[in-house]
């Protein structure tokens, strides 16, 4: 098997006045124990287009094709083989953490004990505690745990960590590892850069429908043309710098490559941040502008999404 999944030209238009065309023509090709990150903002269509490769949604038009299979002849086949955690996974409060797991198990022909998967997502201690007694952090892994109960071979991901605390998302990270180790390949959408970094081989940047930019993170960062970030703000600005021209002449700094505003925050992509800062300070003083705020930090893959949409990723 060449790749775990392959899409091409993949399209899904919803009815209406005007259609709304929530995936424009996507084409994307997975290898085998690969982890594929996609990334995107909300409304970018990365959810539309992993529900259409899990086979919850059809497509307009376009080629799906899962693990060598085809939804629509081999479905049967395909869910036996891989397992899904959706964005939103409402799990029964009247059962408790084993029945629940003991019955996504019974869906699967193949799969690991309750107790192995309990154990895997560090939910021994609570298998006779109800669902709704667990926190968030512990619904998340009783999700991710009925996802994986069945052993599958490939594993999606719906932003699995949304919404927890900075602690429940690493216990996270450490059960998606633990389970790619085994040469297990996971698709797993996200709008945290840091969990993309971390975690993904590659990652696929959505935005309005489509793929903007496909590669490893180090790749993707590279595509700016520097490491470093350097971020600063002045007192009485107002917020329309690009259209003034007040920015030509940060362009124009030294090892300077690019030059963003963005909500009153002046985003400078450099290579050498201690060359620059004494020249940045230099001419803001020449212009009677005295800086409120100040961060340099290494380049990331919000700094990719910065640079090819002029809006940060958290913008909806």
């Not at 019955?103 to 560090?122: A, D, K």
């Not at 709704?132 to 071979?153: E, H, M």
């Not at 917020?239 to 505003?261: A, I, K, N, Q, Y």
Request: proline letters at 4%.
């Amino acid at each position: 098997m060449e790749f775990a999944i392959r899409c091409e030209n993949l399209v899904k238009t919803y009815a209406g006045k005007p259609p709304v065309e929530a995936v424009r023509g996507v084409d994307l090709a997975i290898r085998p124990a690969e982890c594929f990150g996609v990334l995107g903002p909300n409304g970018a269509g990365k959810t539309t287009t992993i529900e259409i490769l899990e086979g919850l949604l059809p497509a307009t038009s376009g080629q799906v094709e899962v693990l060598g299979k085809h939804w629509g002849r081999h479905d049967q086949e395909i869910r036996q083989r891989i397992g899904v955690s959706l964005q939103e996974t409402q799990l029964s409060d009247r059962l408790t953490v084993y029945e629940t797991l003991q019955l996504f198990r019974s869906f699967y022909e193949r799969g690991s004990t309750v107790e192995r998967c309990l154990e895997q997502v560090s939910l021994t201690g609570k298998s006779r505690s109800w669902v709704k007694k667990l926190s968030g952090g512990q619904k998340q892994r009783l999700a991710v745990a009925t996802a994986i109960v069945g052993d599958p071979d490939l594993l999606f991901l719906d932003e699995p960590t949304t919404g927890l605390d900075p602690a429940s998302r690493r216990e996270l990270w450490d059960i998606i590892r633990s389970f790619r180790q085994r040469d297990k390949t996971v698709m797993i959408t996200t709008h945290y850069m840091e969990e993309a970094e971390r975690l993904c081989d590659r990652v696929a940047i959505f935005d309005h429908g489509k793929v903007i930019a496909l590669g490893t993170p180090n790749e993707l960062i590279a595509l700016l043309g520097a490491e470093h970030v350097i971020e600063f703000s002045t007192e009485n600005h107002n917020g329309d710098s690009r259209s003034s021209g007040e920015l030509d002449w940060m362009e124009r700094l030294p090892t300077v490559d690019h030059v963003d505003e963005i909500e009153g925050q002046i985003r400078l992509t450099v290579a050498q941040p201690h060359i620059v800062l004494p020249e940045l300070m230099q001419n803001l003083a020449q212009r009677n502008l005295r800086m409120a705020s100040l961060t340099t930090r290494h380049a990331s893959l919000e700094d990719v999404f910065v640079n090819l949409t002029g809006r940060q990723l958290s913008e909806n």
